[in-house]
């Protein structure tokens, strides 16, 4: 389990004083939040990785791969 520190922010006193009334766990809700937005963040920008990833595997001749295992095959 990662470190801790403290983050805060500011809301409207109005959200706060609901919140209050019912129950809710505030701090939780914003750790959830914030875990959710950075999941989300990594999940697009490992999306663009394997985007990228496969328009550079797309410009590989494979005809070229197999000749040269075929000729390093062959020099073993």
Do not use: F
């Not at 009334?21 to 963040?41: D, G, H, P, Q």
């Amino acid at each position: 389990m990662g470190e801790w520190v403290t983050a805060s922010t500011k809301v409207r006193r109005e959200i706060l004083e609901k919140a209050r009334e019912y129950n809710i766990n505030v701090s939780e809700v914003l750790r959830k939040a914030l875990e959710e937005e950075v999941r989300k963040r990594e999940e697009e920008k490992a999306r663009e990785l394997l985007d990228l990833a496969s328009k550079e595997v797309a410009k590989i001749n494979t005809d070229e791969v197999v000749e040269e295992l075929r000729k390093w095959r062959k020099e073993r």
